[in-house]
């Protein structure tokens, strides 16, 4: 399968495709059963279907995925067919996929902050993001903002820059709002924390500060904050 259309120069995609090799796939297919012997069902264009094809302004429904599979493998499929593949084995084959990929992260090696940030402990960017869930799972799960019945979680992820991994992962109800899902605590100690505008509050930043940790943020539209100091030094030339 040609990933260059996916994938581009995003090195996060780019990560995932080495992460993911070919025979790890086609072994792993084999092994949960997925696959026994490989007709027009290719495990390798499956994963990388369903890997980047599906998600949050993507493909939604099976019928998508279907279509975005035959264009990749230049084949035509009964919609049973592709189907009749969405069973346990393949919630074991993504599983396999889950834990490969954790274990992978986890043997590559740490990274160092360059030479302007190598005061810090680390360098910690907090974010979330939406998944659509079925609608379904809309009394468990509703959507915040739609027209229609819909459901969806807000993923919360902090991500270190010295490990190149989430330091944690939660979910939340998807109406919860960004201040409510913020976790500080005394590992913020010698780390700069980076956060979006979402996170604004100055009750905050002040804890931050009081765990010993710094932080990078957005200004809102209406601050009007007072600069206490110049910590940078430029040198007057005449």
């Keep these: 399968m040609n990933l260059n259309d996916e994938k581009g120069t995003d090195p996060t995609v780019e990560a995932i495709v080495e992460m993911f090799p070919e025979d790890f796939l086609r072994n792993t ?53 592709f189907y009749d593949r969405f069973t346990p084995k393949m919630v074991d084959f993504l599983q396999r996929c889950v834990l490969h990929a954790i274990e992978f992260q986890a043997q590559q090696p740490g990274r160092v902050l360059g030479d302007k940030l190598n005061r810090f402990k680390d360098l910690v960017i907090q974010d979330s993001t939406i998944i659509r869930l079925h609608e379904s799972l809309a009394p468990i799960w509703p959507a915040a903002r739609s027209k ?57 930043f002040d804890r931050i ?10 200004l809102k539209g209406n601050a009007n904050p007072l600069i206490v100091a110049v910590n940078r030094k430029w040198e007057v030339t005449r």
């Design 29 to 81: 297919a084999r092994e949960s059963g997925l696959v026994i012997r490989e007709r027009k069902i290719d495990p390798v264009i499956l994963f990388w279907v369903l890997t980047l094809g599906f998600g949050v302004r993507f493909l939604s429904t099976i019928r998508g995925l279907k279509r975005k599979y035959e264009e990749k493998a230049g084949v035509k499929l009964s919609i049973s067919r």
């Design 209 to 218: 500060d009081r765990y010993g940790g710094y932080f990078v943020s957005r």
């Design 148 to 204: 229609r019945v819909a459901a969806g979680v807000k993923v919360s992820c902090v991500v270190s820059a010295i490990a190149n991994s989430p330091k944690s992962v939660r979910i939340y109800p998807e109406r919860t709002a960004e201040a409510k899902i913020l976790r500080l605590g005394p590992w913020l100690k010698g780390c700069i924390l980076l956060l979006d505008l979402g996170y604004f509050k100055y009750l905050f």
